[in-house]
Protein backbone atom coordinates (compact mmCIF):
# COMPACT_ATOMS: atom_id res chain seq x y z
CA UNK A 1 0.00 0.00 0.00
CA UNK A 2 1.46 3.21 -0.63
CA UNK A 3 1.75 6.45 1.40
CA UNK A 4 -0.86 7.92 -0.40
CA UNK A 5 -3.32 5.41 0.05
CA UNK A 6 -2.64 5.46 3.83
CA UNK A 7 -2.89 8.51 4.11
CA UNK A 8 -6.54 8.56 2.33
CA UNK A 9 -7.33 5.57 4.47
CA UNK A 10 -6.49 7.50 7.84
CA UNK A 11 -8.27 10.72 6.51
CA UNK A 12 -11.58 8.80 5.71
CA UNK A 13 -11.41 6.63 8.96
CA UNK A 14 -10.84 9.78 11.15
CA UNK A 15 -14.04 11.45 9.33
CA UNK A 16 -16.43 8.24 10.09
CA UNK A 17 -14.76 8.10 13.55
CA UNK A 18 -16.39 11.36 14.16
CA UNK A 19 -19.21 11.38 13.40
CA UNK A 20 -20.16 8.56 14.43
CA UNK A 21 -19.19 9.50 18.31
CA UNK A 22 -21.28 12.90 17.39
CA UNK A 23 -24.01 10.80 17.02
CA UNK A 24 -26.78 11.67 19.12
CA UNK A 25 -27.67 8.92 22.04
CA UNK A 26 -31.62 8.77 22.74
CA UNK A 27 -32.08 8.82 26.76
CA UNK A 28 -35.44 7.43 27.92
CA UNK A 29 -35.49 6.51 31.69
CA UNK A 30 -36.10 2.88 32.55
CA UNK A 31 -39.26 2.90 34.79
CA UNK A 32 -38.65 -0.73 36.34
CA UNK A 33 -41.17 -3.13 37.80
CA UNK A 34 -44.49 -1.94 38.51
CA UNK A 35 -44.92 1.44 36.69
CA UNK A 36 -46.85 2.93 38.28
CA UNK A 37 -44.59 3.34 41.45
CA UNK A 38 -41.98 5.67 40.12
CA UNK A 39 -42.77 9.09 41.68
CA UNK A 40 -40.82 10.98 37.97
CA UNK A 41 -43.75 8.91 36.12
CA UNK A 42 -46.76 9.60 38.23
CA UNK A 43 -46.15 12.79 39.49
CA UNK A 44 -49.37 13.51 40.40
CA UNK A 45 -49.58 10.22 42.43
CA UNK A 46 -47.00 10.87 44.64
CA UNK A 47 -47.73 12.09 48.20
CA UNK A 48 -51.23 11.47 48.11
CA UNK A 49 -51.93 8.51 50.51
CA UNK A 50 -50.31 10.51 53.83
CA UNK A 51 -49.29 13.82 55.08
CA UNK A 52 -45.36 12.95 54.49
CA UNK A 53 -43.92 9.74 52.02
CA UNK A 54 -40.53 8.98 51.19
CA UNK A 55 -39.18 6.21 48.57
CA UNK A 56 -35.96 4.72 48.22
CA UNK A 57 -35.32 2.52 45.25
CA UNK A 58 -32.31 0.41 44.31
CA UNK A 59 -31.76 -0.97 40.51
CA UNK A 60 -28.69 -3.36 39.83
CA UNK A 61 -28.49 -5.63 36.59
CA UNK A 62 -27.58 -9.35 38.02
CA UNK A 63 -26.26 -10.65 34.61
CA UNK A 64 -23.60 -8.63 32.20
CA UNK A 65 -22.41 -5.01 32.29
CA UNK A 66 -22.66 -5.63 36.36
CA UNK A 67 -21.48 -2.05 37.05
CA UNK A 68 -24.94 -0.83 35.92
CA UNK A 69 -26.55 0.86 38.78
CA UNK A 70 -29.77 2.78 39.41
CA UNK A 71 -31.30 4.24 42.43
CA UNK A 72 -33.59 7.47 43.61
CA UNK A 73 -34.96 8.82 46.63
CA UNK A 74 -37.71 11.04 46.68
CA UNK A 75 -39.40 13.03 49.16
CA UNK A 76 -43.40 14.25 49.31
CA UNK A 77 -45.48 16.69 51.77
CA UNK A 78 -49.31 16.91 51.84
CA UNK A 79 -50.02 20.13 53.95
CA UNK A 80 -53.75 19.29 53.46
CA UNK A 81 -54.15 15.90 54.03
CA UNK A 82 -56.80 14.38 55.94
CA UNK A 83 -57.76 10.68 56.59
CA UNK A 84 -60.97 8.72 55.04
CA UNK A 85 -62.55 9.71 58.30
CA UNK A 86 -62.02 13.16 58.15
CA UNK A 87 -64.08 16.36 55.89
CA UNK A 88 -62.62 15.80 52.29
CA UNK A 89 -60.97 18.76 51.26
CA UNK A 90 -62.01 20.36 47.76
CA UNK A 91 -58.54 20.89 46.78
CA UNK A 92 -54.65 20.58 47.83
CA UNK A 93 -50.90 21.35 46.68
CA UNK A 94 -48.56 18.68 47.11
CA UNK A 95 -44.66 19.34 47.25
CA UNK A 96 -41.90 17.06 46.85
CA UNK A 97 -38.01 16.53 45.79
CA UNK A 98 -36.71 13.97 43.63
CA UNK A 99 -32.92 12.57 43.45
CA UNK A 100 -31.67 10.34 41.19
CA UNK A 101 -28.35 8.72 40.62
CA UNK A 102 -27.42 6.29 37.82
CA UNK A 103 -23.91 4.73 37.61
CA UNK A 104 -22.42 2.66 34.67
CA UNK A 105 -19.09 1.46 35.87
CA UNK A 106 -16.79 3.10 37.88
CA UNK A 107 -16.49 6.41 36.23
CA UNK A 108 -19.74 7.10 33.94
CA UNK A 109 -22.40 8.88 36.29
CA UNK A 110 -25.68 10.53 35.25
CA UNK A 111 -27.93 12.08 37.87
CA UNK A 112 -30.69 14.31 38.31
CA UNK A 113 -32.48 16.33 41.21
CA UNK A 114 -35.93 17.89 40.85
CA UNK A 115 -38.49 19.62 42.62
CA UNK A 116 -41.82 18.77 42.14
CA UNK A 117 -45.58 20.63 42.57
CA UNK A 118 -49.17 19.08 42.06
CA UNK A 119 -52.24 20.67 42.25
CA UNK A 120 -55.44 18.76 43.59
CA UNK A 121 -59.28 20.04 42.51
CA UNK A 122 -62.32 18.21 43.56
CA UNK A 123 -64.45 17.93 40.54
CA UNK A 124 -67.57 15.54 42.15
CA UNK A 125 -68.46 13.95 44.99
CA UNK A 126 -66.00 11.54 44.05
CA UNK A 127 -63.68 12.54 41.23
CA UNK A 128 -60.53 14.77 41.33
CA UNK A 129 -57.95 16.04 39.13
CA UNK A 130 -54.57 16.95 38.95
CA UNK A 131 -51.50 18.14 37.59
CA UNK A 132 -48.20 17.74 38.12
CA UNK A 133 -45.36 19.10 36.94
CA UNK A 134 -41.59 18.60 37.76
CA UNK A 135 -38.03 20.32 36.98
CA UNK A 136 -34.50 20.70 37.75
CA UNK A 137 -31.20 19.41 36.43
CA UNK A 138 -30.07 16.25 34.45
CA UNK A 139 -26.23 16.22 35.34
CA UNK A 140 -23.65 14.09 33.30
CA UNK A 141 -20.28 13.25 34.64
CA UNK A 142 -17.13 11.42 33.53
CA UNK A 143 -14.81 10.59 36.65
CA UNK A 144 -10.84 11.26 35.93
CA UNK A 145 -8.55 8.38 35.35
CA UNK A 146 -4.71 7.94 35.19
CA UNK A 147 -5.32 8.37 31.25
CA UNK A 148 -8.04 10.87 30.81
CA UNK A 149 -9.65 14.14 32.42
CA UNK A 150 -12.38 14.46 34.33
CA UNK A 151 -15.56 16.06 31.92
CA UNK A 152 -19.12 16.67 32.92
CA UNK A 153 -22.21 18.94 31.11
CA UNK A 154 -25.88 19.66 32.57
CA UNK A 155 -28.96 20.54 30.92
CA UNK A 156 -32.65 21.47 32.27
CA UNK A 157 -35.19 18.49 32.21
CA UNK A 158 -38.79 18.83 32.99
CA UNK A 159 -41.54 16.29 33.39
CA UNK A 160 -45.63 16.64 33.43
CA UNK A 161 -48.36 14.23 34.66
CA UNK A 162 -52.38 14.72 34.06
CA UNK A 163 -54.31 12.17 36.60
CA UNK A 164 -57.98 11.73 36.88
CA UNK A 165 -59.11 9.34 39.68
CA UNK A 166 -61.21 8.39 42.71
CA UNK A 167 -60.87 5.94 45.28
CA UNK A 168 -60.44 2.80 43.10
CA UNK A 169 -59.52 4.02 39.75
CA UNK A 170 -56.98 5.70 38.04
CA UNK A 171 -56.50 7.27 34.53
CA UNK A 172 -53.72 9.67 33.01
CA UNK A 173 -51.28 10.92 31.00
CA UNK A 174 -47.91 11.55 31.02
CA UNK A 175 -44.90 13.51 28.99
CA UNK A 176 -41.24 12.81 30.38
CA UNK A 177 -38.19 15.02 29.24
CA UNK A 178 -40.52 17.28 27.44
CA UNK A 179 -37.80 20.19 27.14
CA UNK A 180 -35.45 17.03 24.80
CA UNK A 181 -32.79 18.44 25.64
CA UNK A 182 -28.94 17.42 24.94
CA UNK A 183 -25.98 17.15 26.55
CA UNK A 184 -22.28 17.07 24.86
CA UNK A 185 -19.63 16.34 27.64
CA UNK A 186 -16.97 14.46 25.27
CA UNK A 187 -17.90 13.92 21.22
CA UNK A 188 -20.94 11.82 22.07
CA UNK A 189 -24.02 13.79 22.28
CA UNK A 190 -27.09 12.28 24.93
CA UNK A 191 -30.56 13.32 23.98
CA UNK A 192 -33.36 13.44 26.68
CA UNK A 193 -35.77 11.74 24.63
CA UNK A 194 -39.33 13.46 25.13
CA UNK A 195 -41.92 10.11 25.31
CA UNK A 196 -45.97 9.82 26.61
CA UNK A 197 -47.13 7.73 29.02
CA UNK A 198 -51.02 6.70 28.79
CA UNK A 199 -51.44 4.53 31.87
CA UNK A 200 -54.55 3.19 33.71
CA UNK A 201 -55.51 1.34 37.07
CA UNK A 202 -58.25 -0.38 39.26
CA UNK A 203 -58.53 -1.39 42.34
CA UNK A 204 -60.92 -4.14 43.83
CA UNK A 205 -60.60 -3.81 47.75
CA UNK A 206 -62.61 -6.04 49.91
CA UNK A 207 -62.28 -6.38 53.67
CA UNK A 208 -59.15 -8.72 53.50
CA UNK A 209 -57.25 -8.38 49.83
CA UNK A 210 -57.16 -6.11 47.29
CA UNK A 211 -56.87 -6.93 43.22
CA UNK A 212 -54.63 -3.79 41.77
CA UNK A 213 -55.08 -4.57 37.56
CA UNK A 214 -53.06 -1.67 35.56
CA UNK A 215 -52.03 -0.93 31.73
CA UNK A 216 -49.96 1.36 29.82
CA UNK A 217 -49.05 2.56 26.24
CA UNK A 218 -45.44 3.92 25.49
CA UNK A 219 -44.71 6.11 22.58
CA UNK A 220 -41.39 7.83 21.45
CA UNK A 221 -40.14 8.72 17.97
CA UNK A 222 -36.25 6.97 17.91
CA UNK A 223 -34.78 8.46 15.36
CA UNK A 224 -30.93 6.26 16.83
CA UNK A 225 -30.73 3.10 14.43
CA UNK A 226 -29.33 1.38 17.90
CA UNK A 227 -32.16 2.06 20.25
CA UNK A 228 -33.93 -1.24 20.05
CA UNK A 229 -36.93 -0.14 21.44
CA UNK A 230 -40.20 0.35 19.13
CA UNK A 231 -41.99 3.69 18.90
CA UNK A 232 -44.93 2.32 20.48
CA UNK A 233 -45.24 -0.14 23.50
CA UNK A 234 -47.49 -1.66 25.99
CA UNK A 235 -47.66 -2.85 29.44
CA UNK A 236 -49.84 -4.80 31.88
CA UNK A 237 -49.42 -5.75 35.08
CA UNK A 238 -51.98 -7.34 38.06
CA UNK A 239 -51.50 -6.81 42.01
CA UNK A 240 -52.95 -9.20 44.29
CA UNK A 241 -52.40 -7.87 48.17
CA UNK A 242 -53.93 -10.38 51.01
CA UNK A 243 -53.53 -8.30 54.42
CA UNK A 244 -50.06 -6.83 54.20
CA UNK A 245 -48.44 -9.89 52.00
CA UNK A 246 -48.42 -8.94 48.13
CA UNK A 247 -47.68 -10.37 44.91
CA UNK A 248 -47.55 -9.55 41.08
CA UNK A 249 -46.59 -9.74 38.21
CA UNK A 250 -46.10 -7.77 34.90
CA UNK A 251 -45.46 -7.55 31.26
CA UNK A 252 -44.05 -5.02 28.78
CA UNK A 253 -41.97 -5.02 25.11
CA UNK A 254 -39.17 -5.85 27.09
CA UNK A 255 -39.71 -9.17 29.27
CA UNK A 256 -41.61 -10.22 32.17
CA UNK A 257 -41.26 -8.58 36.08
CA UNK A 258 -42.11 -10.49 39.19
CA UNK A 259 -42.92 -8.64 42.15
CA UNK A 260 -43.52 -9.42 45.85
CA UNK A 261 -43.48 -7.79 49.18
CA UNK A 262 -45.51 -5.98 52.16
CA UNK A 263 -48.29 -4.33 51.41
CA UNK A 264 -49.06 -1.38 54.12
CA UNK A 265 -47.34 -2.62 56.81
CA UNK A 266 -47.96 -0.34 59.30
CA UNK A 267 -45.06 0.23 62.31
CA UNK A 268 -45.69 2.49 64.98
CA UNK A 269 -48.56 3.92 63.16
CA UNK A 270 -46.39 4.54 60.35
CA UNK A 271 -47.03 2.81 56.89
CA UNK A 272 -44.83 0.99 55.20
CA UNK A 273 -44.52 -0.66 51.89
CA UNK A 274 -41.42 -3.11 50.61
CA UNK A 275 -41.35 -4.04 47.40
CA UNK A 276 -38.60 -6.65 45.43
CA UNK A 277 -39.00 -6.95 42.02
CA UNK A 278 -37.17 -9.55 39.52
CA UNK A 279 -36.77 -8.43 35.33
CA UNK A 280 -36.59 -11.85 32.86
CA UNK A 281 -35.68 -10.46 29.61
CA UNK A 282 -37.69 -12.26 26.60
CA UNK A 283 -36.61 -9.58 23.57
CA UNK A 284 -34.08 -10.54 21.27
CA UNK A 285 -33.14 -7.02 20.38
CA UNK A 286 -33.79 -4.45 23.13
CA UNK A 287 -31.83 -1.68 25.43
CA UNK A 288 -32.96 -3.95 28.47
CA UNK A 289 -30.91 -7.46 27.81
CA UNK A 290 -29.65 -8.35 31.10
CA UNK A 291 -31.61 -9.68 34.40
CA UNK A 292 -31.95 -7.39 36.67
CA UNK A 293 -33.58 -7.17 40.26
CA UNK A 294 -35.29 -3.84 42.29
CA UNK A 295 -35.79 -3.04 46.23
CA UNK A 296 -38.13 -0.31 46.44
Known sequence: MTKKAILLFLVVYTLYSTSLFSQEIEETPEHFGQFYNNPLFNLSRGGLDSRYELNFDQQRNVGGFRGVSTSYFSFFYNPNYRKRSSPKVNSKNIYGVYFYNDHEGDYIARNRIQFIFTRHQRISKEWHFSLGVSGGLY?????????????????????????????????????????????????????????????????????????????????????????????????????????????????????????????????????????????????????????????N
Do not use: C
Open 139 to 295: LFGIKPSSTTKAYSANAFEGNSSLLFYNRSFQIGLAMNQFTNNKIQPIYQITRLKRHYYFFSQYKIEKEFYQFIPSIYLKYQNNNYPVLFEKKWQTGASVRLVYNIVMGGISYDNNGVYVTTGLNNWEINKKKINLDFSYFVPLARQSNVNVNRMEI
